[in-house]
């Protein structure tokens, strides 16, 4: 019998249902079926019930992208308990922070990865990997491989029901450390079933996982595999050559990816040219924009592939796409709102723009998350009252102010503009860095770029642009310059043009502009 | 200089940017964080155009680009065959 969706563990049982001995997930040579998945999901609840872990409880899971991860985070689920995704490249700074946010009550970890100094609200740690240290601080500790075998697995009633808090998920934005965002299982649940029904998800479906679990886009990879029965294929290097070796050997249909990844594919075009990728069905897109050369390029490397364009903001999971048909639209262009949401552009009184005219999306539909965990200043800046619900409704009806700066065509495409508090001003003219950007990357040996505002005493900002490039015959900031100056109006020329081996990145793979910020943008005294 | 101290220099003037930095053969290149995946591309660009030959990206993977020891390796074996 296929049960109704209301918690991420109905996804799961209903695959078991219909499919039970298909492969859930693949991790390396390793593939476990959805069966399997099941019964060790279970097992490690009544572990966690048994140490204590209750309803509501916080369980951190600080794990590289491997299949333990997946059991983990339905485990915890089935346990009734949150879970939370610590991204396995920050450093030991902002894990103790995001641990000590949210109160971890359980961690299931790597021994190389845990610290040996107490955390002192966690009780219990599950150790991935076979050694035993010393860990006396914590009431208990725990093999997680014999935490998914126990002997007396869980009965499989449920502990949570929909509106239940599931997952916390860290971002960190432009200012400060990073923050939660609290997702429930109806979230999340939503998330599944919109996006695999605009991607046309079977369970003949094999999707690669390259984005980390502690990122919303590359979660819901995993949710919506296990929404229609497909294949999760896990990969864990960014290498080329370990790329194309899952993407070849594990006919992978489906590839969701941040602007780098593209990046990393055009530059090795030549084993895509020599040996096209035939069962790749689609590609999708979120995270940033994709540089407009870099698109064409790599339109044309995977020409039987359809390209999705999609926005998204973990606040409110995720929120529009492009459908592959119109991509002639360009990268700018996020299309429309996905399945079961609404989105509007508003000025700063709260009206609603005219077309082209620049505006804040806002976003409503039951992919909205609950807000951020221990802050409710915050919650209620961005979590606001629908401005065009009745006012009898008395601001009951929740949208989210996404901070993200849009403009809708005739036709009602959106195009992304840049962020907000992005956005600059110089000399009276609006610009949005990806314009400049774009400008830059026009320029054969230019890898990636960014650009941003600096404060300016006459022009309000100067534009400061950060570029790397690649290897081969490179140039100078002044080559750039003279690009621009050849190329566009002169508001859009950067003052100042730093070079960088690397531009650094943000755990979940974009570009880390508020780094780059910090660093370049000081004014100049 | 060697293959290997070409290799070594190349890290860690141009991409690591540490002169001081004293990786030996045997460090694990990607595993401990030295190197990212894009690096590692910059790498494969400048050994094919130092020594004149194509790297397939199928080899790019993690067996070979492990350590100092496997890329050195990998580079002999190419050169050698020709």
């Known amino acids: 019998m296929v049960l109704p969706e209301f918690t991420l563990n109905h996804l799961l049982i209903n695959s078991v249902e219909r499919y039970p001995d298909k492969a859930a997930v693949v991790d390396g040579s390793r593939s476990l079926t959805y069966v399997e998945i099941l019964t060790k999901a279970n097992s490690l609840a009544s572990t966690l019930k048994a140490c204590g872990i209750k309803r509501g409880d916080r369980v951190g899971i600080y794990l590289d992208k491997i299949w333990e991860a997946v059991v983990a985070m339905l485990g915890v689920s089935q346990a009734g308990a949150a879970f939370v995704n610590i991204n396995s490249l920050l450093k030991p700074d902002q894990i103790r922070h995001i641990m000590a946010d949210c109160q971890i009550n359980a961690l299931i970890a790597n021994l190389s990865s845990i610290s040996t100094e107490s955390l002192p609200q966690v009780h219990t740690v599950l150790l991935a990997g076979s050694e035993s240290p010393d860990l006396s601080w914590a009431d208990s500790t725990i093999s997680l491989a014999d935490a998914m075998e126990h002997d007396s697995p869980d009965t499989g009633a449920f502990s949570a029901s929909g509106g239940d808090l599931a997952t916390i998920i860290y971002t960190s934005g432009s200012t400060g450390r990073p923050k939660g965002i609290m997702l429930t299982h109806q979230n999340l649940v939503a998330g599944a079933q919109i996006i695999s029904t605009y991607l046309h998800n079977t369970c003949v479906d094999r999707v690669l996982c390259v984005l980390p679990f502690s990122f919303d886009y590359g979660l819901n990879q995993f949710t919506t595999m296990m929404r229609v029965g497909g294949t999760a294929v896990l990969q864990h290097s960014l290498l080329p050559g370990e790329i194309l070796k899952n993407l070849r050997q594990q006919d992978i249909t489906g590839l969701a990816g941040v602007p780098p990844l593209w990046a990393l594919l055009i530059q090795i075009r030549r084993s895509l040219e020599r040996e096209p990728l035939t069962s790749l069905r689609y590609i999708t897109n979120s995270g940033g924009m994709i540089p407009k050369p870099h698109l064409s390029v790599l339109r044309k490397l995977v020409p039987l592939t359809k390209i999705y364009l999609m926005y998204g903001l973990t606040e409110a999971f995720r929120s529009t796409y492009l459908q592959p048909e119109e991509i002639e639209r360009g990268p700018a262009c996020i299309g429309k709102a996905i399945p079961n949401t609404d989105v509007w552009i508003v000025d700063d009184a709260g009206q609603e723009c005219r077309p082209h005219e620049v505006g804040e999306l806002i976003h409503r539909g039951p992919t909205v998350a609950m807000g951020y965990w221990g802050d409710e200043e915050k919650t209620k800046s961005v979590y606001r009252p629908n401005p065009f619900a009745p006012l009898e409704m008395m601001g009951r009806d929740q949208v989210v102010y996404s901070g993200d700066l849009v403009r809708r065509d005739e036709e009602g495409f959106l195009y992304f503009v840049g962020r907000r508090d992005e956005q600059i001003k110089t000399g009276g003219y609006r610009v949005s860095p990806q314009e400049v950007e774009d400008l830059l990357c026009e320029v054969p040996w230019i890898h990636e770029a960014a650009a941003f505002g600096r404060k300016d005493p006459l022009l309000g900002h100067t534009i400061v642009a950060v570029v790397s490039l690649k290897s081969g015959p490179g140039g100078s900031a002044e080559d750039l310059r003279k690009h621009c100056r050849d190329r566009a109006p002169r508001y859009l020329m950067p003052s100042d043009i730093y070079i960088l081996n690397n531009l650094p990145k943000t755990s979940s793979g974009k570009i880390d502009r508020s780094a780059l910020k910090r660093e370049f943008a000081k004014s100049k005294n | ?82």
Do not use: C, W
Not at chain 2, 24 to 52: A, H, P
């Open chain 2, 1 to 82: 200089m060697t293959v290997l101290e070409i290799i070594r220099t190349f890290i860690s003037e141009n991409l690591i940017k540490d002169h001081n930095l004293s990786i030996n053969e045997n460090v694990q290149l990607i595993e401990d964080g030295y190197l990212t995946s894009l690096q590692t591309i910059e790498l494969v660009m400048f050994l094919e155009d130092r020594f004149q030959f194509e790297i397939d990206p199928e080899l790019v993977n993690e067996e070979n680009f492990r350590t100092l020891g496997s890329i050195a390796e990998l580079v002999q074996s190419r050169t050698e065959v020709r």
